[in-house]
């Protein structure tokens, strides 16, 4: 976003992820980028059987089931932002239970696989996230298990998610949403069951709440029953044109325009 003034009109310039903004009658240009995160995107036409086999060295048949995890933030070393003063849905006991749940879904099907994506180096020091407790049993249960693939956190997201047949993660986060403009299966998995009123109702449907029906809804997506393509005429879902051609400049939009842009303000 690049500012001139206040208000809703001083944005000269605004980036969004979702459709729905188009509707927004505002003086900004406004351009949609899908979902944004760092990292190359490999071109939509690449199979996740191309990408497991040629990029990750994965040669087994299996369904492939990425998991992405959101880390508990450490209140202690969150400063003095939101987090310092507001509870987190996202705490360890729902950590926990996350992973336990990925466990759960591996047992029940023995041709699955995790691709198990961390979003943080829970073992950097001094790091602002909390190392959930059952980490280390975690990582020591499956460091032998060929089902269950440890993948480095600091690893271009995208690849994960184009290598799973079905993306794993916590409500809202954006790798799901990745997912859907890749056209690959996804589900929130809300392992708690805390999720009450969200912005989000057209996707209700592809949310879990506990680890039976995260099980039945993979059983309905494995049979093709949970339906993705009434999504696509919603706002989350960006054509690929769209996508494709600001997503990946971004970053360097950031890098570039917008401290130019605070340099001006601040003179």
């Known amino acids: 976003m690049v500012l ?3 208000g809703p009109s001083a ?3 605004l980036v969004v992820v979702g459709l729905n903004f188009l509707s927004v009658r505002l003086s900004s240009k406004v351009i ?3 979902p944004l995160m760092p990292g190359y995107k490999p071109p939509a036409q690449f199979s996740g059987d191309q990408i497991r086999k040629n990029t990750l060295n994965l040669q087994q048949n299996w369904f492939y089931v990425g998991v992405f995890d959101t880390a508990p933030l450490d209140a202690k070393k969150a400063g003095g932002g939101f987090h310092a003063f507001h509870s987190d849905m996202n705490d360890d006991a729902y950590w926990t239970q996350f992973m336990a749940d990925m466990e759960q879904l591996m047992e ?3 041709d699955l696989a995790i691709l198990y994506k961390p ?4 073992l950097k020091p ?3 996230f909390q190392k959930p407790s059952f980490l280390n049993l975690l990582l020591e249960r499956q460091k032998e298990n060929p089902r269950w693939v440890i993948m480095d956190s600091e690893i271009n997201p995208w690849i994960p998610v184009m290598a799973s047949d079905l993306v794993v993660g916590m409500p809202f986060s954006s790798t799901c949403f990745a997912a859907l403009n890749k056209h690959r299966a996804f589900l929130f998995h809300d392992s708690q069951n805390k999720l009450r009123h969200t912005f989000y109702e057209d996707l209700h449907s ?5 680890t039976e029906e995260l099980i039945q809804k993979v059983k309905d997506i494995r049979k093709g029953t949970l339906n993705y393509e009434s999504l696509r005429d919603t706002a989350y ?3 690929l044109a769209t996508d494709r051609r600001f997503a990946q400049n971004f970053t360097e939009f950031l890098r570039n325009v917008a401290p130019k842009k605070a340099n001006l303000m601040r003179n």
């Open 206 to 210: 592809y949310v879990s709440h506990s």
């Open 126 to 128: 001094n790091s602002r």
């Open 119 to 122: 979003k943080r180096d829970f």
């Open 32 to 34: 949609v980028t899908g």
């Open 11 to 13: 944005y000269r310039l």
């Open 4 to 6: 001139d003034g206040c």
């Open 237 to 239: 879902y960006v054509p």
């Open 108 to 110: 029940e099907f023995k």
